[in-house]
C-alpha cells in the first residue's frame, strides 16, 4: 500500500469514526423538543404540540399523482403510518419523539421533524 | 495506470450496451430487496460495481454515459420517476469524485475509491433531497449516510476488485 492510499484509506476511516461518534452521542443524549412540523414540498403544512395531545388522530397529506401520506399523532409521538410509496422506508421508521431525525417520505416530498418547544408562542400559525 | 485506450467503434459500443444492462439488472434485482435499516437512501448499491470498473477499464467518460443510462432506464422500469433527481445528483458527484480517483489511484486501489465515491454519492443524494424537500433537515440523516456508504461502498469495492482481476485479460486485446 502506497502513501497515497494510505492517506485516503484513513481520511476515509477519520470521516467514518466521525460520524459514527456523532450518531452515538445522538442517541446517548436526551433528545429534545415537543413541536412537530410536518412538511410537504418544503410548505409547512401542520404544526403540532405535541405535549397537548390528548387524543390520537390521524390525517392524511394528498399530493400529485395520488400520492398520500397519512401522518398519524399520539401524546408525545408521530409518524407515517401509511403511504403510495413502493420502498415504505418513511412507514418503517415509525415513531418519533425527540429531534434525533426526523421522518422523510423522499417520493413525496413529505418531512415530518420535531423541533424543541421552548419559547414556543401560541400564536405560531399552523 | 490504465487510462482510456483507443478502441474501435463497434468494441466500445457492445462493452458499453453490456455493461450498461448489467447494472440495469443489478439495480432492478436489487430493488426487490428490502433494507433492514429505515433511513432514506440507504441501499447496498450493487450497482455502483459496474461504475467503478467501468471508470478503470473504459475510462471515465464512457463511465458517465453508463451510470447516466442506467439511472435514467432504472427511474423508468422502477416508475419511480422522482428517484431519478436523487439518483442523478448522487450519481453525478460519485463520478466527479471517481473522476479524481481515478488519476490519484490505480487498477489496484478499486476497493477504495468504491467506498469514498459511495459517500459523495450519499452526499450528493441529501443534498438533491434537501433542495427538493426546501429543507436542510433531511441533513440530520447524513452521519448515518456516511458510515452506511462506507460499508455498503467497501463492499462493493471489493466485489468490484475481484471482477477487475478476473477480467482483466479479457478486456484486452
Redesign the interface.
Known sequence: MNK??AL??AL?AG??LL??G??WR?HSGPGGGVLARV?Q???LMEEIRLDRVQEPYSFPLTGEGGAENVVEVEPGRIRIVSAT??DQ??V???WISDS???V????N?V?V?IVGGEGFADTAAG | MRTQRPADGARRITQMALLTAIALTIFMAEAQIP?PI????IKLGLANIVTVYAVFALGPGDALLILVARVFLGAVF???M??LF?SLGGGLLCWLVLLL?SR??TWK?IW?CS??SA?FHNLGQLLV?AA????W??L?????L??AG?ASGLFTGLCAQLLAGRLKGLGRR
Do not use: H, N
Open positions: 497515497r492510499t485516503l484509506a476515509l470521516a467514518v460520524c459514527a456523532v450518531i445522538q412538511y414540498r418544503g410548505e410509496c413502493p422506508v418513511c418503517r421508521q415509525g434525533t431525525v426526523p422523510v417520505c423522499l417520493p416530498q418531512i421533524e | 433494507v429505515p433511513i432514506p437512501g422502477s416508475g419511480q422522482m428517484t436523487y480517483l490519484l489511484l486501489q477504495l467506498p469514498i459517500v433531497a427538493l424537500l426546501g429543507s433537515t433531511v440530520a440523516y447524513l452521519p448515518y456516511v458510515v462506507a
